[in-house]
């Protein structure tokens, strides 16, 4: 392969599709709406509380309005509003100066009974939250600094793998949500780029430039190098989208300081997404190519690509299995095979070890597989370039693998 | 040595005989016409000589030998179908196609330049190609063609959807590359450019070569073919003749093979108030060699399906 052509080709198809406005759309796109989305749920989480003070009415004598919950340093805690009865109470919610009211009964302490009285609309969550925070307080009040806090808190469990080499901490969400991030990566990424591998190969076959090319180079470069092209876009893609998310951590963070409170940095788990993501993205482009290849225009690639899609996404449909039950031998052929690797992999990681056995024969499959996929890909495009008009059947596909075209 | 030589060449598609046992030689510094109707095979000869498909028999050299990647980089070939990213600007995709042949980019955008003058494209460097019109596409494709400055072009059809300017121009300039020893193998309907043009040629029919020379050589072997004949009188139903043709007051008429122009003369003058102003024994345009060809070979074809 003259290293040239292959570079080449490479540059151009990475040029050619990043200044497309569906890139640019699909790209900019997801992050802006991860952005949008975060801060409408920033904005809602802040105006939950309401504006409204929450009352109470304490028939158990055990509220004082001067005991409050532990708070983070500028937090501020629902406004609460002690009434001597019920009546009372009910006229100022009418009057709408509260949003609702508590009724603690006189036997509170020994059944726990207590009524939640609210107009038109339910109290929020948060505002339930403080005010349950706010009992607690007073209920604990007499019990060491010590217990308070713990009994707030509650219990900080770290789970750990028998062998040590994995663990999490039970209140750092973001331990599961990083790989089930980097799974709908990978499929944002599969359904994105195959439809520009699958563009490029038939746009060619329509506009004629493929008989110019291959008087050019071999079809080995120009699939090579497209492929390369393509994973390189995947790649940019990955920047925007990983520089987006440290981004959001970055702003969650200084809005939530417990978020990363006992995260990991979870660098096995970077390595072998790395070390699958680019074989598994070429065994996509290269399976796309052969698509693109073998019909005779775009519409009907894009029939047969759902298929091939699908076949990458496919654990996306077993994901309550493998959350159940991550290393039950359907999962394990799912880590296995090919085209299911990546997502299954990431999915499990999330709840279980992935044997290192079974990384290693899932890597060389897909490795294996990626190369097979962009050779043959390669041998279909030759034949299957010239004959406009004509979809390539099965015999012909064979042929051409056979060399004999 | 030749510069192309494709010798005893097979090439089926199914049960499709495209090509069947075709040979010629293609010399250094000649135009060589590749002629034949529509359907004929030259296409997929030209695909064969460029390596786009394999023959199933048969031989092809090109620059004395196997046409690998090296060899590739000094052929420009324009398919008759042009292909061009439509959706890019044309100065971009006139040097990605350069240096795919081995040319550097700095090297191409140099040339470009005077390329573009020479069309007259200069203002349309960085608009898009679906932008520009056909003729300003179908010069770009000649740009395409020649930017890395091939040793062999392979053209097909250069002349369609040019308006006579540019057909002007680009024979200048085919003219000129033969004049720098470059070798051209052209192929198109337009036999009055092919006779302006090409030193030689080879006329296929139904994948077979029917006619293979030098142009002047064959005109001559069909020169008791054809007459020309001035006057009044019924010039069209003559006996043995296989097309007659009306231009500008002269009759143009093409003979069956082996018909006697002095057998017409006769036929003629037998003809009631017939009067004749000229008559003459006239060399055939390559037009008139090729329908003779073309049709004595179909003429042939449907005797043998009728026996």
Redesign the interface.
């Known amino acids: 392969m ?1 290293g ?2 292959f570079w ?2 490479a540059k ?1 198809e990475y040029a ?1 599709i990043v200044k497309t406005k569906s890139f640019l759309l699909g790209t900019l796109g997801v992050p802006a709406l991860i952005v949008v989305v975060t801060a409408v749920s920033v904005i809602v989480a802040l105006g939950q509380r309401g504006v409204l003070p929450v009352g109470y009415v304490d028939h158990a004598g055990i509220l004082d309005a001067t005991v409050l919950p532990p708070r983070e340093e500028g937090e501020e805690l629902v406004a609460l509003r002690a009434f001597s009865d019920e009546a009372l109470a009910q006229a100022a919610l009418e009057a709408e100066e509260i949003q609702a009211f508590y009724v603690l009964s006189k036997d509170y302490v020994q059944t726990g009974q207590m009524k939640l009285v609210y107009g038109q609309k339910r109290p929020s969550e948060v505002a339930r939250e403080d005010f349950v925070a706010f009992l607690r307080a007073n209920l604990l009040a007499q019990q060491s600094p010590a217990i308070q806090k713990r009994v707030q808190e509650g219990p900080w469990v770290t789970i750990r793998s028998a062998d040590g080499s994995r663990e999490f901490d039970s209140e750092n969400i973001l331990s599961f949500v990083v790989p089930y991030a980097a799974a709908f990566f990978f499929f944002f990424a599969v359904m994105n780029s195959g439809g520009y591998m699958l563009q490029a190969i038939t ?2 076959k329509e ?12 079809p080995l470069e120009l699939i090579g190098g497209k492929a390369l092209g393509l994973m390189s876009v995947g790649l940019t893609q990955l920047a925007i989208w990983t520089a987006t998310g440290l981004l959001a951590l970055v702003v969650a963070t200084s809005m939530f300081p417990d978020l990363l409170n006992g995260f990991n940095i979870p660098w096995s788990f970077i390595g072998v997404t790395m070390l699958f993501f680019l074989p598994a993205y070429a065994l996509m482009a290269g399976m796309m190519t052969a698509v693109g290849s073998a019909v005779t225009d775009h519409r009907q690639g894009q029939q047969i690509s759902g298929i091939f899609n699908l076949l990458f996404t496919f654990p996306f449909f077993f994901i309550v299995l493998i959350m159940a039950k991550p290393n039950s031998p359907l999962v394990v052929a799912l880590t296995l095979f090919p085209t299911t690797a990546f997502i299954t992999i990431t999915l499990r990681w999330a709840m279980a070890i992935v044997p290192l056995w079974q990384l290693l024969v899932s890597w060389v499959l897909v490795v294996s597989t990626a190369v097979f996929s962009v050779w043959v890909a390669a041998r279909i495009f030759r034949i299957g370039m ?1 004959r ?1 008009g004509q979809r390539l059947s099965f015999k012909h596909i064979l042929t051409s693998l056979q060399g004999k ?1 | 040595m030749a510069t192309v030589t494709v010798l005893n060449v097979n090439k089926s598609f199914g049960d499709v005989k495209a090509v069947r046992d075709v040979s010629f030689e293609v010399h250094p510094g000649e135009i060589f016409g590749l002629l034949g109707p529509n359907g004929a095979g030259k296409t997929t000869t030209i695909r064969m000589m460029l390596d786009i498909f394999r023959p199933d028999k048969g031989t092809i050299s090109v620059f004395g030998g196997k046409l690998d990647e090296a060899k590739k980089s000094r052929i420009g070939y324009m398919p008759e179908e042009r292909g061009l990213y439509k959706d890019l600007k044309l100065e971009p995709t006139l040097v990605y196609f350069a240096t795919l042949k081995g040319i550097s980019e700095a090297t191409a955008r140099e040339r470009l330049q005077s390329w573009l003058e020479r069309f007259d494209l200069q203002d349309y460097a960085q608009k898009k190609i679906q932008d520009l019109s056909k003729g300003m596409q179908q010069k770009a494709q000649i740009i395409a063609t020649l930017l890395h400055d091939p040793d062999l072009l392979v053209v097909d059809e250069p002349f369609s959807g040019l308006d006579p300017v540019n057909t002007r121009l680009v024979k200048e300039i085919i003219e000129d590359l033969r004049e720098q020893g470059k070798t051209i193998i052209m192929s198109t309907h337009q036999m009055y450019q092919v006779e302006a043009l090409c030193n030689r040629i080879v006329l296929i029919n139904r994948g077979r070569t029917v006619l293979y020379g030098e142009v002047d050589v064959i005109k001559r072997d069909f020169a008791g073919n054809a007459l020309a004949i001035e006057g009044h009188g019924d010039f069209v139903n003559l006996p043995g003749v296989l097309e007659t043709r009306h231009h500008n007051g002269t009759w143009n008429l093409t003979l069956e093979p082996g018909t006697d122009s002095q057998d017409v003369l006769r036929a003629i003058m037998r003809q009631d108030g017939v009067k004749l102003e000229r008559f003459e024994i006239a060399e055939p345009s390559l037009e008139d060699v090729f329908v003779t060809v073309v049709q004595r070979e179909e003429g042939e074809r449907g005797d043998n399906a009728r026996s």
């Open positions: 003259r040239h052509n080449l080709v151009h050619k746009d060619e506009n004629r430039t493929v008989e110019i090319l291959a008087t050019s180079l071999r010239l406009y075209e």
